[in-house]
């Protein structure tokens, strides 16, 4: 059954990929589609034999990769608790991403090709979270990086989604870079890259050993952990590393949901719980992930409150998110880290479709200054949005009800709180501002699109449409151009089509319920993960006994976010203008995304080509080839010049050098 | 088998054919180098499904004395069987790639099919001065064929192939003399058993090392590649990236290794520093190109780099890595090759911004061109990442420095491939003549789909090109096991101390510095 789940996808997308302009959109998109309906259906029944308790984990092999000496590995499917939750997430997320598509993706001309991609997306990380060694993983791994180039890149005619996918693959390519040579040196430590055999054996290796890198000698599993988290950084956008994720908007809405917000980013997350065995057995890498994590989440939540493009919004939310749940996973709360994904899988999943369907009804405009009012003419998709915005700033009532994302961060604020380390203090502290901030952006974002008048008009798009439109209508009726003062340009927005509309609504139901119903399941039941993940049952009694203002300090932060948003942007919507000219500086600096770009351009991108002009230049051409081939060259020309000279054809030339020769001859005879 | 003299037959074939072809007309030249290139592919599938897996070490052995002691001796262990395969796989697409060759059909077509008898000649020979023939004589045809039909500079080109390859092989020449002279026999099977004196092996050593690292190329002797390929044809490129690179990675795992282990272990702080540095300079400098050829002709130099390094990791993961980069490389630089010549066919132009937005009008092509792309830069489920990843797994187990630097390469490799890919098959259609070329035809998708298979297959299931390899490697690890340096990366139980691996780390890091 597992095979059909991962495979399906696969050959769907060859179907698809393959047959592409031979069988048509139509057959492209229903292939494609119903192979991610087939996963997911089977998938759930195995997520729910798992909390039902009657799924035992197992692996299922299926070819013989590599074997070399003593380094083996081979492709298999293996499934546990951590892998079935994963199964259930990716499916799902996609099977309603290929849906949707049908209704986003309706005007494009290489539609086969998009869900293509979809569907080899889904295998490959599929592959990833089924992996029973690493290698596979990384397969995996690299393959989720592939399907996110082509799909970034997919409208590949404008020079931005280019250059955001080539950024993408090579980001991702530096933590890789980590993630590589971990394997090896895990490889070297174990001498297997069989991840429950490398579980099995972590712990006795805690502070046990070192070993050498880089001329030095580091604690083992320190190096080795590190090493790794630097991949799940690069996969996950986590500080440093982050670049690419905010351009990777270029890409189609639907893949922004699927990939860039629901699962490809949280396969870092997903590494780190399915290792955290042998994390556990590194202490000093623990409290890395930790700052990592919580920095992240702090630092992304601060660029989020004033992105004006609406999907660099929930780009950069994505991004602060995954730091909640890396450093959930640093204080050793791998549980509340895995439910977070869960839950954050569908309610960003759900924002993003939901922006997709306002940038749909927008005529592609997205930038937030150039919306407003909007929760009148599509308000299915505000009522949607604002199930997302609930869920992701956390309402909720302790002890009644709530929406997902109020149990899952809850459990990653307690937790972190609970664990009683000064790091864990610092990561809650960064994540309680960081969920101020989330509730400012969040409210800010549906404020500023369906709240207030509309200010459609400055917006070239809809200029476009408006124009395009009237075109039509004078050829119809032949009534002139009509001046509209209300900010609309005379623009109607039009709800998106039930194609789109159910997948989001699917997803709506999940944001609602998915914590008050999994939050027992994930957090408290370590028969539900059964040795899946490291379970502390001392840090999951702590977290239940944090002190009551602990408790309720993501709901007051939640309030005040939802306040400042409520106050700067209905209430008084000059206020943000003079805000920023009060602290020009402070805000340029965010705004700039605290100018990480620009410095890594100058630290990194530009004297990657200045060295490569200099070593071509210079090196090859200036000093090899001048002095080796080009200068032998000289030197026989030169030479062969002198020889033509000697060679001159008169006789008398030639016999004084013959009677020069015999008599040096003679010479050396008599010497001799 | 027993007693069929395949491989003379397999060197007799295009022999034949290519005696033929020089007295023949233009079609009929073409459809016999296409046939007997064929009947050498299918002999070499035979070759292979007959080789006994885990049997002796030499099969399909000829021996047959000529003259003062020079004898006719052929014969093949896993790993020259996978060479071979390469060689005789690579040749039928060689021969179809030439489509677009107009002048003098006969004389090119023979001055190929040459080239594959002496190609196989090189793998199988078992004799020293055989082998040096075959080995040098390979010069002759590449020589003629970057000349003759090569482009606009190809005389200066061809010179500084020859000038280069020929440098070395006057010292190998010589140190072949005194190997001959020393271990009284010219059979290349006792030589490999035979232990030389470690302070002579340093200078053969040496000798060999002057030929093999210029055809490898290592940087700084890589300068004659790129010129070569710019201006070789097609299909030379193929051959030359393919199978000719590939000579010099053979000579260090026939010769240098097992003959000098004591001088290999000496001398591997060289080879890992040039290494180091062919990896990071040379693909800097493949990031700036804006010529295609000279563009690939770069990367296999830093590609060719990871060969080195496995090679001098003294495992069985770098030595298996090594096999598999250098039958990795040969298709997809090969395939790389050919798909300039594809587009270089239709608007006779690698400036590679001329090109864009291929995918909109050959989409096939750019399918095939990503997934060449994708397997030179080694994603896993390709066979350039099976390579890689044995190959620098081999060489962590030596130097943890060693093992980042070329690691690097993953980015770097990334980064001018997908520079290269988005310039020519992304972005919008910049000019007329580029935006109104037809997709691949079929003769093109029988050059292009062969080698994807291989590739894909390679990536998937290597083991199909391991097992022949296992045993023989498995014997090269065991008799240079003696002289294995001690990896910096070893696991300590007990308190930190400084180690033996270590001070060769320094070597290798200082001589980077130089």
């Known amino acids: 059954m597992i095979q059909a789940i991962v495979f399906a996808p696969l050959l769907a997308a060859l179907i698809a990929g393959l047959g592409n302009r031979m069988i048509g959109n139509t057959a492209a998109k229903a292939v494609t589609t119903a192979g991610l309906f087939l996963s997911c259906a089977l998938s759930w029944p195995i997520f729910i034999g798992f909390v039902t308790g009657s799924a035992e984990a197992g692996v299922t092999p299926v070819l013989q990769w590599v074997q070399s000496g003593t380094l083996s590995f081979d492709w298999a499917l293996r499934v546990d608790a951590l892998t079935a939750v994963m199964l259930v997430v990716i499916t799902t997320v996609s099977a309603l991403v290929h849906l949707y598509s049908w209704g986003y993706m309706e005007e494009d001309l290489d539609q086969p090709r998009f869900f293509a991609y979809l ?10 979270v089924t992996a029973d060694n690493l290698v596979q993983m990384f397969f995996g791994w690299e393959g989720v990086g592939l399907a996110s180039y082509l799909l970034i890149g997919f409208w590949f005619k404008k020079p931005s989604a280019c250059a955001a996918a080539i950024k993408a693959f090579v980001v991702n390519r530096v933590g890789d870079l980590g993630f590589m040579l971990g394997i090896f040196g895990t490889w070297l430590v174990f001498q297997t890259t069989s991840i429950p055999e490398i579980l099995a054996a972590a712990p006795a290796m805690k502070g046990a050993s070192t070993i050498g890198f880089l001329g030095a000698r580091v604690d083992t599993m320190t190096v080795l952990c590190i090493l790794l988290f630097i991949g799940a950084m690069g996969k996950s956008a986590q500080l440093g590393l982050h670049t690419w994720l905010p351009d990777a908007m270029e ?11 629901a699962t490809m980013v949280t396969a870092g997350v997903f590494m780190v719980c399915r290792l955290s065995p042998m994390f556990e057995a590194a202490p000093v890498a623990l409290a890395f992930v930790t700052v990592i994590g919580a920095l992240t989440c702090f630092f992304a939540a601060t660029v989020g409150t004033c992105q004006w493009d609406i999907k660099r919004v929930i780009a950069y939310s994505t991004c602060s998110q995954l730091g909640y ?11 509340a880290a895995m439910f977070h994904l869960f839950t954050h899988a569908f309610f960003k999943a759900l924002l993003f479709l939901g922006a997709g369907s306002v940038i749909h009804a927008m005529h592609h405009e997205q930038d937030m200054r150039y919306y407003g009012d909007l929760r009148r003419h599509i308000p ?31 459990a990653i604020l307690e937790a972190a709180f609970g664990s009683g380390t000064e790091l864990g203090t610092l990561a809650f502290m960064l994540g309680s501002f960081a969920a101020l901030l989330t509730s400012f952006y969040s409210w800010r974002l549906v404020f500023l699109t369906f709240f207030g008048k509309p200010r459609w008009a400055g917006s070239e798009h809809i200029q476009h449409a408006v124009h395009d439109e009237h075109h039509h209508a004078d050829d119809a009726h032949g009534h002139g151009h009509a001046d509209h003062g209300d900010g609309t340009a005379g623009y109607h927005p039009h709800e998106s089509p039930w194609s789109m509309l159910v997948p989001i609504l699917v997803l709506s139901v999940g944001a609602v319920f998915a914590g008050f119903v999994f939050n027992d399941t994930f957090i408290n039941r370590e028969s539900f993960w059964n040795g899946a993940i490291f379970y502390n049952e001392h840090l999951i009694h702590a977290m239940h006994h944090v002190p009551l203002w602990v408790k309720l300090t993501p709901g007051m932060v939640m309030l005040i976010g939802l306040f400042i948003a409520w106050n700067n942007y209905i209430r008084n919507p000059a206020l943000p203008a003079a805000f920023v000219n009060n602290f020009r500086q402070l805000h340029a600096f965010v705004y700039n995304k605290w100018y990480f770009d620009e410095l890594y351009n ?20 200036g000093i090899i080839d001048r002095f080796g081939p080009n200068g032998a060259a000289w030197v026989v020309a030169r030479g062969s010049g002198y020889a033509q000279k000697v060679q001159s054809g008169y006789l008398y030339s030639y016999a004084l050098i013959m009677l020069l020769g015999l008599v040096a001859a003679i010479s050396w005879v008599m010497v001799k | 088998m027993d007693g069929f003299p395949i491989l003379s037959l397999m060197l007799l074939v295009p022999l034949v054919a290519g005696v033929a072809c020089l007295f023949a007309d233009a079609k009929l030249a073409r459809n016999l180098a296409l046939a007997a290139t064929l009947v050498d592919f299918a002999l070499g599938i035979l070759l292979w499904a007959s080789f006994d897996i885990g049997g002796a070490q030499w099969q399909f052995v000829e ?6 002691g020079f004898q006719w001796a052929l014969g093949i262990d896993g790993i020259a069987l996978m060479l071979i395969m390469l060689s005789v796989f690579l040749m039928p697409i060689c021969i179809l790639a030439s489509a677009s060759i107009e002048k003098r059909v006969g004389e090119y077509m023979a001055a190929f099919l040459l080239m594959e008898v002496l190609m196989i000649g090189v793998f199988a020979a078992q004799d020293l001065f055989l082998f040096y023939i075959f080995f040098e004589a390979g010069l002759i045809p590449m020589y003629l064929i970057i000349g003759i039909w090569g482009g606009q500079d190809r005389i200066y080109a061809s010179y500084k192939f020859f000038l280069y390859t020929l440098l070395g092989s006057v010292l190998m020449l010589i140190a072949m003399l005194w190997m001959v002279n020393e271990a009284a026999t010219t059979d290349i099977p006792t030589l490999m058993a035979y232990d030389f004196d470690p302070r002579a092996q340093t200078w053969l050593w040496l000798a060999f090392f002057a030929s093999f690292a210029v055809k490898m190329p290592m940087w700084p002797v890589h300068t004659w590649l790129p010129d070569a390929h710019v201006q070789a044809p097609t299909a030379g490129s193929v051959i030359l990236a393919g199978v000719l690179l590939k000579m010099g990675g053979y000579g260090f795992i026939r010769f240098s290794l097992p ?5 290999s272990a000496q001398f591997a702080w060289l080879v890992f520093a040039l290494s180091m540095i062919a990896v990071v300079v040379t693909s800097l400098i493949a990031l700036v190109q804006h010529d295609m050829k000279k563009l690939i002709a770069y990367s296999s130099v830093a590609h060719m780099a990871i060969v080195t390094v496995g090679l001098f990791a003294f495992n069985v993961q770098g030595l298996e890595g090594l096999m598999i980069v250098m039958l990795s490389h040969g298709l997809v630089s090969g395939a790389l090759f050919l798909c300039v010549g594809v587009i270089y066919d239709r608007l006779h132009t690698r400036e590679i911004d001329r090109y864009g937005g291929l995918s909109i009008n050959m989409p096939y092509y750019a399918l095939f061109f990503l997934l060449f792309t994708m397997a030179s830069i080694g994603l896993p489920g390709t066979s350039g990442f099976v390579g890689e990843f044995l190959s620098l797994a081999g060489i962590y187990q030596v130097s943890s420095w060693v093992a980042l630097v070329c690691t690097t390469g993953i980015i770097l490799g990334a980064a001018y491939m997908l520079y290269l890919y988005r310039r020519v098959a992304f972005g919008d259609q910049k000019n007329a003549d580029a935006a109104a070329m037809p997709d691949i035809s079929a003769r093109e998708w029988l050059m292009l789909a062969p080698i994807a298979a291989a590739v894909l297959w390679m990536g998937v299931y290597p083991e199909s090109f391991l097992a022949p390899m296992r045993k023989d490697i498995a014997a090269l690890d065991a008799r240079v096991a003696r002289a294995a340096p001690l990896g910096d990366a070893r696991l300590k139980l007990s308190e930190p101390t400084k180690n033996a691996g270590h001070a060769q780390d320094e070597h290798a890091a200082h001589g980077e510095a130089h």
Not at chain 1, 251 to 261: D, N, Q, R, Y
Request: aromatic share 20%; proline share 5%; hydrophobic share 60%.
């Open chain 1, 119 to 128: 569907s080899l997306f889904t295998f490959a990380m599929l592959m990833l």
């Open chain 1, 251 to 261: 890409g189609p809405t639907p893949v922004s949901a699927l990939i860039h917000a």
């Open chain 1, 325 to 335: 749940m890396f450093f959930a996973a640093g204080v050793g709360a791998y549980g």
């Open chain 1, 380 to 410: 299915i998709t505000f009522w949607v949005m604002t199930a997302g915005t609930l869920a992701i700033t956390g309402v909720g009532v302790i002890g009644v009800f709530g929406f997902a994302g109020f149990y899952s961060k809850d």
């Open chain 1, 602 to 621: 100058f630290l990194f991108v530009r004297p990657a080509f200045w060295l490569g002009r200099q070593f071509w230049k210079i090196g090859d051409i």
């Open chain 2, 63 to 68: 021996r047959a004395p000529l003259f003062a």
């Open chain 2, 259 to 263: 003959m000098f282990p004591e001088a």
